[in-house]
Nanobody
């Protein structure tokens, strides 16, 4: 069983920055694809960004592209989400997710992930 623990959320003014972290309870291997999703109140959980094990391949939602950066430190079993120029519409509960497979799939679909964290709240005030 893999546990994912997120941290780094908080309250920030529009235009500010936050860095989220997600640490896995086990050593991640080359089969681990890691992503961030978010869910605003009353809305579905949406894909934000994903990264492969080497860090050489990243993928972003349209809303995250150019403002957010996903990265990982495999020595620390941790994935990060640097969020800059935050907007009120970025307010949501942010979840870390892990997919343990080398089979290529649509990484934006939450059904393709095997493990989830409990989430960390990000609130952006206007």
């Amino acid at each position: 069983q893999v546990q994912l623990v997120e941290s780094g959320g908080g309250l920030v003014q529009a235009g500010g920055s936050l860095r989220l972290s997600c640490t896995a309870s086990v050593r991640t291997s080359s089969s681990y694809y890691m992503s961030w999703f978010r869910q605003a109140p009353g809305k579905e959980r949406d894909f934000v960004a994903g990264i492969n094990w080497s860090g050489g391949s990243t993928y972003y939602s349209d809303s995250a592209e150019g403002r957010f950066t996903i990265s990982r430190d495999n020595a620390k079993n941790t994935v990060y989400l640097q969020m800059n120029n935050l907007k009120p519409e970025d307010t949501a509960l942010y979840y870390c997710a892990a997919r343990i497979s080398t089979v290529l799939v649509d990484v934006t679909r939450l059904q393709n992930y095997h493990y989830w964290g409990q989430g960390t709240q990000v609130t952006v005030s206007s």
